[in-house]
């Protein structure tokens, strides 16, 4: 049996250049992806790191080292929604 979905992608892709992300979709997902990021390369490699400053201003998380990487966990005592 086959199924024929239609799809797009949001986000990134982890591709170096937006060639490497368009040539990686066009072989692999093609033809039913519809939409597709760029890859964000470059500057935009690691955009999510430009959120650092957020978290630390966030009163209900705290940013603390696991495995040599910082992450942001809820802070004790803080409960979620």
Do not use: C
Request: hydrophobic content about 30%; charged content about 25%; cysteine-free.
């Amino acid at each position: 049996m086959s199924y024929h979905t239609s799809f797009y992608l949001t986000g990134s892709i982890n591709a170096p250049t937006v060639e490497d992300a368009l040539r990686f979709v066009g072989q692999r997902l093609q033809p039913s992806v519809t939409r597709v990021p760029d890859g964000e390369p470059g500057d935009r490699a690691n955009w999510v790191l430009t959120q650092t400053r957020h978290f630390l201003e966030n009163p209900t998380l705290d940013v603390v080292e696991s495995d040599g990487r910082k992450v942001a966990r809820l802070r004790p005592g803080t409960t979620r929604r």
